[in-house]
């Protein structure tokens, strides 16, 4: 310090001294200042230490714990004899969370450049971008192979929402073949989340991504499904498990054993041939359905990851309409295999004797107009033997006047036509028995007296679905014992190792006499001996019990006749057949038909033939000849 | 005891404090401990940070023993060789994470700015020195100028964490010089007029930062993200905490930048309240050692630069555990002594050695 030349050297001291002074009082603020950011501090630590902690605790746990559901394996579907119709494997997907990705076009571009996409995958994709809306995760490739995971895995970090996932996949070994009656799953839709909200379920579907949506899969969804486990898992920032903390493991699925024989399902669905038809096979003594088939098919395996728009269009508006589940959606008139019925009310309620016989010229009359018998000239004296066996339609058109339509319909009506089965699967139709009643709430008219004739063979406004015919003929077939149809007999908990067996269920038994039904078994016999399918039924080893039919799809105006070749083949009449066997003691009892195929006995008597003659003695049928009188050009 | 070994031992120790240098080694011990647990025990980084402190305590010691008139002539080489390199980075440093703060030297890379936590109240407590006689405004203007270039180059690399820093110790020099009180007043309101302007000056990222603390839950997985987890980390620590290694927000990385800036997080969440009282006691030891030191230095540059040099710990400390907690926005300010790296070590360590030199060589001046 510089005080030499300083004159007053006391001014200078307390000049010093002053300005420690000052100097310190400053100092003092600073340390009083800092006390107070100090206890600032301090305050803001306890508040979040003390008054906050038990909130932030909880947020602090739910940073690291994340409940993460374990999905089930959803139960298998088998056949009587134990073939796997639906089953599931683990594959690798890619999947994309759509709601991180900024524009997912050029994304799929780039993940395209490592990972085969397919124009499929992308419609698919978008089909189900539009579809879910959900914030979940969304598979745009699946069935990784092993290279395209190590190509995907080394440039994963370029793709933030983008993951491969290990998934269990349901797969359809014989879809078409099964398509209506097993049915498929998909991804669950907005509609069924509430469905499953309501129903209070929805907790037991956080891990899954898929419902049963058509036949077995959906009606016994609940079994199928499953019990969703929890694992709690500790996770880091990045959402990267750490390690389990605890966990329920997840219970699968119950799997179904059905009534249904697959290999007899594959015998009738190859006999129908080129044409589109169904058949219903069912044990008259149980209800139990052997077979369950709607032609053609399609590829359920499709519809699993959510069908492509391309391959939904082509499915949804082909002629052939694959998607109907003919069997129990597609209605159609009995056409002739409604006489033996019909027969069976005319003894009831005394309207006929088996002996009794009528003139058959060829047509009957009825108010100035004239109901033509399908072979011209008619069968000459008829009983009911010779009605059922040569199916005369004067004896029925004659029989259903004396009737009426309100003692049809009330007869009818025991054996199920009209009526819902209550088969498992869901949606089926009712059909139409037609009744004044119905008329009148159906078209608010009158019901005309004229109209009661052609119900009589089976025409007019009768319309019942393949399912119903081939109930009608198992209650038939049992005597008058209806069963409700079960395509599924036995629920297996693969857990417990229990199976629990469906019962039968009895629908109803009908009030017939035994003789009246003798008479017209014996009938049904004589068809496949002597009478109209006896030609299909030569040299079986076994005695069947059947029916012809033929459903007119076109009105056949006055004084016209019908050419076969003239029509459309859309327009063809659909040919049809009835049956069990043996005739005995029934084991099968089943319904064929095959659309726009002319007479019951040309098309659907040979299906019925090969279908017992498989299920009966096991004889599976040589392959298809591809060439056919009717489709002599060939395929 | 042999007497030359005395006699050593006595030139060892001669200049250093054992108050101050208790509770240095003490924050470091914990320091240690907590990066421990935040490096999930990274023997690299432990052995890294453990021989920053053997290095730092060194350069603690090295400028214990320089006594601090040969301290106020560096000053103006210093200051000058600090605005030169400054300049250098502005005009080629390296560019990392979009902040130029790095000069290459070809054998290492340095950090001009954290020269100048140093060399800025060294050459303001110089320059007041000088003219201790007679002090007037003009001389507090000059000392702000001395001040601001520095800041403005700072800030435009950018490095507000820095800035702050200086700005404070710089403010500290000049209240603790005397600036009236009209003139400190007359500042703050400058400060507050010119908010405004400041505000358009900022990086985007900056105005991000200082919005999130308003409203951290705003932008939750964004900007507010750091304030939320690290307040969550220490809420969830309670009074006595979850225990050492044993932070769930720690330890499945929750907590960013958890070993350096955000270390406080870690502490908080592991050791709880209590853990939180001694370590702000110790951090207001250091400062109450380093005002009494401030309080009887000899000379004005002696005492300014403590007191400089005290109130910027404090400024490290506040500023950071602030920002963890969430009364301050997010800047880079290392918690003094704990958070990991050398540099910041290094820095405290010669302040704190330069706080010992002062006290030590009080004697040596007044006799």
Redesign the interface.
């Given at each position: 310090?510089?005080n030499g030349l300083s004159i007053n050297p006391g001014v200078e001291i307390r000049n010093a001294q002053l300005?420690i002074h000052?100097?310190?009082v400053?100092?003092v603020i600073?340390?009083g200042f800092?006390?107070a950011?100090?206890l600032?501090?301090?305050g803001?630590?306890?508040y979040?230490?003390?008054v906050?902690?038990g909130?932030?605790?909880t947020?602090?746990?739910a940073?690291?714990i994340s409940i993460v559901p374990v999905a089930p394996n959803r139960g298998l579907i088998a056949d009587r004899n134990g073939i796997v119709l639906a089953h599931n494997y683990s594959a690798y997907t890619l999947e994309v969370q759509p709601h991180r990705i900024a524009n997912l076009d050029s994304l799929i571009d780039e993940v395209a450049t490592l990972v085969e996409i397919t124009p499929r995958d992308r419609r698919r994709f978008k089909k189900l971008l539009e579809e879910t809306k959900s914030v979940g995760t969304l598979p745009i490739r699946t069935r990784l192979t092993d290279e395209e995971i190590a190509r995907f895995a080394a440039h994963r970090y370029r793709f933030p929402g983008v993951e491969i996932n290990a998934r269990l996949f349901r797969q359809y070994p014989q879809g078409e073949i099964f398509s209506h009656v097993v049915g498929h799953i998909g991804r669950i839709n907005q509609r069924e989340v509430e469905q499953l909200e309501a129903d209070g379920l929805i907790a037991n579907y956080r891990g899954s991504d898929y419902i049963g949506k058509t036949g077995l899969e959906q009606y016994y969804e609940r079994y199928l499904h499953g019990t969703t486990g929890v694992e709690e898992v500790?996770?880091?920032?990045?959402g990267r498990p750490?390690r389990t903390l605890s966990s329920t493991p997840a219970v699968s699925g119950h799997n179904l054993v059905l009534h249904l024989d697959a290999r007899l399902q594959e015998v009738a669905y190859n006999a129908i041939g080129e044409r589109r038809g169904s058949l219903v096979a069912i044990d008259p003594a149980t209800g139990g359905v052997l077979a369950f088939v709607s032609k053609p098919g399609f590829d359920v395996n499709l519809f699993v990851d959510g069908i492509d728009s391309v391959n939904w269009n082509e499915l949804n508006n082909s002629p052939d309409k694959p998607l109907v589940n003919r069997a129990l959606n597609g209605t159609y008139p009995p056409g002739s295999t409604f006489k033996p019925y019909m027969a069976l009310a005319g003894l009831a309620y005394g309207k006929r004797t088996p002996q009794q016989t009528i003139r058959d010229p060829g047509y009957f009359m009825f108010g100035g107009h004239q109901f033509r018998d399908s072979r011209p000239g008619g069968h000459g004296i008829v009983d009911m033997y010779k009605s059922i066996v040569m199916s005369s339609d004067t004896y029925y058109y004659m029989l259903a006047n004396d009737l009426g339509i309100d003692a049809i319909a009330r007869f009818m009506a025991q054996f199920g036509f009209g009526s819902r089965t209550g088969i498992d699967i869901s949606g089926e139709s009712a059909g139409v028995l037609p009744s004044q009643e119905w008329k009148l709430r159906r078209f608010n008219t009158k019901w005309f007296p004229g109209e009661t004739i052609s119900i009589g063979i089976g025409q007019g406004y009768n319309s019942y679905t393949p399912l119903q015919l081939a109930q009608a003929i198992a209650t038939l077939a049992n005597d008058g014992v209806a069963y409700r149809p079960r395509i599924v007999s036995h629920i297996e908990d693969f857990r417990a190792q229990e199976r629990t067996l469906i019962e039968s269920q009895r629908a109803r038994t009908l009030d017939l006499k035994r003789e009246h039904l003798a008479v017209v078994k014996n009938a049904l016999v004589g068809v496949a001996k002597e009478g109209t399918s006896a030609r299909s039924f030569a040299g079986a080893a076994y005695v069947s019990a059947g029916k012809t039919g033929t459903a007119q799809v076109i009105g056949i105006k006055q004084g016209e006749k019908y050419v076969e070749s003239k029509v459309h083949e859309q327009l063809r009449d659909h040919s049809l057949y009835i049956a069990y066997a043996p005739a005995e003691k029934p084991r099968i009892a089943l319904a064929v038909i095959v659309e726009n195929a002319g007479f019951g006995a040309r098309a659907a008597a040979p299906v019925a033939r090969k279908v017992l003659d498989y299920y009966l003695l096991g004889k599976v049928p040589a392959p298809e000849r591809r060439v056919r009188e009717d489709h002599a050009s060939g395929h | 005891m042999h007497p030359a070994i005395r006699q050593i031992e006595h030139y060892l120790t001669r200049h250093l404090d054992g108050v101050l240098l208790g509770l240095v080694v003490a924050l470091m011990t914990l320091g240690l401990a907590v990066l421990i647990s935040a490096s999930n025990l990274s023997p690299m980084r432990i052995t890294g940070q453990l021989i920053n402190m053997l290095f730092a305590l060194g350069l603690l010691w090295v400028f214990a023993n320089i006594p601090p008139h040969f301290l106020s002539r560096l000053a103006l080489p210093l200051y000058c060789l600090g605005v030169l390199l400054l300049v250098a980075v502005a005009v080629g440093g390296d560019k990392i994470q979009g902040a130029r703060r790095w000069l290459d030297l070809g054998i290492t890379r340095i950090q001009p700015s954290e020269l100048m936590k140093i060399a800025v109240p060294l050459a303001m407590a110089w320059y007041f020195d000088r003219h201790e006689a007679a002090l007037r405004l003009r001389h507090y203007v000059v000392a702000t100028f001395i001040l601001v270039v520095p800041i403005a180059l700072i800030v435009k690399q950018p490095d507000l964490g820095t800035a702050v820093l200086i700005t404070a110790a710089g403010f500290f020099v000049l209240f603790l010089a005397g600036l009236h009180w009209r003139i400190i007043a007359g500042l703050a309101a400058l400060v507050i007029g010119s908010l405004p302007f400041v505000w358009g000056a900022l990086h985007d990222y900056q105005r991000q930062r200082i919005l999130m603390l308003l409203d951290p839950s705003q932008d939750p997985l964004g900007a507010g993200y750091h304030t939320i987890q690290s307040t969550i980390a220490v809420g969830s620590g309670g009074w006595l905490g979850k225990g050492w290694l044993s932070g769930t927000q720690t330890h499945l990385d929750f907590i960013p930048e958890r070993t350096t800036d955000f270390v406080f997080a870690v502490f908080g969440e592991e050791f709880g309240l209590l853990g939180c009282v001694v370590l702000l006691g110790l951090f207001l030891s250091v400062i109450s050692r380093g005002m009494l030191i401030t309080a009887n230095a000899p000379t004005m540059f002696t005492r300014l630069l403590a007191g400089a040099i005290t109130l910027t710990f404090f400024t490290y400390a506040f500023v950071n555990i602030g920002m963890v907690i969430g009364i301050l926005p997010v800047v880079g300010v290392p918690l003094p002594l704990i958070s990991y790296g050398g540099t910041s070590l290094a820095s405290i360590c010669i302040g704190i050695g330069i706080l010992m030199s002062i006290h030590s060589h009080k004697k040596l001046v007044q006799t």
């Open positions: 310090m510089s300005e000052h100097f310190r400053r100092l600073a340390a800092v006390l950011m100090f600032l501090l301090a803001r630590i306890v979040l230490q003390v906050k902690h909130e932030l605790y947020l602090a746990e940073n690291r500790e996770v880091d920032s990045g750490v | -």
